[in-house]
């Protein structure tokens, strides 16, 4: 999906009413370009290839490193939904044909997943938040449907899941044999894909885990901003990021000369081949290796397919440098780190409550909490995507809590904004928790026109 039209789906998202370390310094950069393994100039199919994220043999993570001396307190885990079908039909087309059905005998496969669907068929009588309960608990169509999870998305999470088991669980025993609900703490907006998702990581994570202990909450935003989602300075720096792709699209006369050829070929004006946001449905062609479609005039083909991602990439790069979108990505996040600090903090004091937190989300989820933490050098995220708070307790000196940030199996702590330079006045592979809350506090708002609260920064005067 490009940026755009995840900003776009945004709007609709958001409720009306808005309302000694052993880490080598290299492991810490692999969000960076590397030059041995990537492309010395931008290559759209090698971006494709990592944002199609398709399963293969366990990958390298950096969860879970800390020095002997270290426990872990608590784990709160951002993850986008597994691969989907589009969103969006290329008109006059036929939709690509993918089976949506859970099977053994397909690729990409997991070990767990027969096991997954039959605990699956036990739980419809779940107590979820409405209106989460009438939702299909796994893919199950022989025809996908628009946006539903497929067999690939739920491998992703399973494989998310096992992993984090085997770290957090077996290594560090974050819960007890005989952990209970309160626990956990589980949030998923309202669509089948996030909370099959999260299913499908939770049960990679907790295998056959017993159904009264799970309460998955409904978040109406793809913010997760819950009842702080009025935020009209917000939307304001929304409509000017908005209005700079417009601008930067115009000026692209080769992505216009490909959206008219593509036009031509399914014999629909250029604007309306534009609406249809092509790239949508080109991307599962591309990430299930289906032939694009075809019409008597013509094929639409790998060279169109090149000229728009190889634009989506051009894209996030202006947006990097421009910065409106920093503008949105901190009051657009702020919600939802605050809320993860209130939850680190009391777990910092003691208390056993959720001290594993999923939130199940959108790449328009993840997105603007990666701009906001400085990640700007962070890929727009992935199917799959896992971006992760740990929260640590220095057993040498019990009162310092220290937190590491991992997006996609990468520690990025020393990448924040709040905590680039740490690393050189202190030996720990870590950030004090205390640099985090003061971000979330106070200095997100620096940046914006000096306002100290969330309440004001929203509703400043003069933007």
């Known amino acids: 999906m490009d940026v755009l039209t995840a900003l776009l789906l945004l709007v609709h998202l958001i409720p009306v009413s808005t309302a000694k370390n052993g880490v080598s310094s290299k492991s810490r950069k692999r969000i960076l370009p590397d030059p041995v393994t990537e492309p010395p100039v931008t290559d759209p199919i090698y971006e494709a290839r990592l944002y199609c994220n398709i399963p293969s043999v366990a990958e390298r993570s950096m969860e879970g490193h800390a020095p002997h001396h270290f426990k872990l307190v608590s784990v709160h885990v951002f993850i986008r939904h597994g691969d989907r079908y589009p969103l969006y039909v290329i008109p006059k087309t036929k939709r690509p044909e993918i089976d949506c059905t859970l099977v053994a005998?397909?690729?990409?496969?997991?070990?767990?997943?027969?096991?997954?669907?039959?605990?699956?068929?036990?739980?419809?009588?779940?107590?979820?938040?409405?209106?989460?309960?009438?939702?299909?608990?796994?893919?199950?169509?022989?025809?996908?449907?628009?946006?539903?999870?497929?067999?690939?998305?739920?491998?992703?999470?399973?494989?998310?899941?096992?992993?984090?088991?085997?770290?957090?669980?077996?290594?560090?025993?974050?819960?007890?044999?005989?952990?209970?609900?309160e626990q956990l703490y589980l949030e998923t907006t309202g669509k089948s894909r996030t909370l099959q998702s999260g299913l499908a990581l939770l049960y990679g994570f907790l295998p056959d885990f017993d159904w009264k202990k799970i309460y998955f909450r409904h978040q109406p935003s793809a913010l997760f901003?819950?009842?702080?989602?009025?935020?009209?300075?917000?939307?304001?720096?929304?409509?000017?990021?908005?209005?700079?792709?417009?601008?930067?699209?115009?000026?692209?006369?080769?992505?216009?000369?490909?959206?008219?050829?593509?036009?031509?070929?399914?014999?629909?004006?250029?604007?309306?081949?534009?609406?249809?946001?092509?790239?949508?449905?080109?991307?599962?062609?591309?990430?299930?290796?289906?032939?694009?479609?075809?019409?008597?005039?013509?094929?639409?083909?790998?060279?169109?397919?090149?000229?728009?991602?190889?634009?989506?990439?051009?894209?996030?790069?202006?947006?990097?440098?421009?910065k409106l979108y920093l503008g949105y990505a901190l009051l657009g996040a702020h919600p939802i780190l605050n809320q993860t600090i209130s939850r680190m903090q009391r777990a910092a004091a003691g208390r056993k409550e959720e001290i594993f937190t999923l939130y199940s989300a959108h790449d328009v989820t993840l997105s603007p909490v990666l701009s906001a933490l400085g990640l700007m050098e962070a890929r727009f995220p992935r199917f799959a995507a896992r971006l992760i708070f740990e929260l640590w307790q220095d057993m040498e000196k019990p009162s310092e809590h220290s937190v590491r940030i991992l997006y996609n199996g990468v520690d990025v702590?020393?990448?924040?904004?709040?905590?680039?330079?740490?690393?050189?006045?202190?030996?720990?592979?870590?950030?004090?928790?205390?640099?985090?809350?003061?971000?979330?506090?106070?200095?997100?708002?620096?940046?914006?026109?000096?306002?100290?609260?969330?309440?004001?920064?929203c509703h400043r005067e003069g933007f």
């Open 225 to 322: 901003c819950s009842g702080n989602c009025y935020c009209p300075v917000r939307n304001q720096y929304l409509e000017k990021e908005q209005r700079r792709q417009y601008l930067l699209r115009l000026k692209n006369s080769q992505l216009e000369r490909t959206y008219g050829e593509m036009a031509k070929i399914v014999d629909v004006p250029t604007k309306q081949l534009r609406a249809a946001n092509p790239i949508d449905s080109m991307l599962c062609h591309f990430c299930h290796n289906v032939s694009f479609p075809c019409t008597r005039n013509g094929c639409i083909d790998m060279e169109h397919f090149k000229v728009i991602k190889t634009h989506q990439i051009e894209d996030e790069r202006e947006r990097r440098e421009k």
């Open 105 to 181: 005998n397909r690729k990409p496969y997991h070990p767990k997943l027969e096991a997954f669907v039959s605990h699956m068929s036990k739980g419809p009588g779940a107590s979820f938040e409405s209106p989460l309960h009438s939702l299909p608990l796994y893919p199950n169509h022989p025809l996908c449907e628009m946006g539903e999870l497929t067999q690939t998305g739920v491998v992703q999470h399973l494989q998310n899941g096992q992993l984090l088991r085997d770290i957090y669980l077996k290594k560090h025993r974050l819960l007890p044999n005989d952990w209970s609900a």
């Open 413 to 457: 702590t020393f990448h924040t904004s709040f905590c680039q330079d740490h690393h050189k006045r202190s030996l720990k592979p870590m950030c004090p928790l205390e640099n985090l809350v003061h971000f979330v506090k106070r200095d997100m708002f620096v940046s914006l026109g000096g306002s100290t609260n969330y309440y004001d920064a």
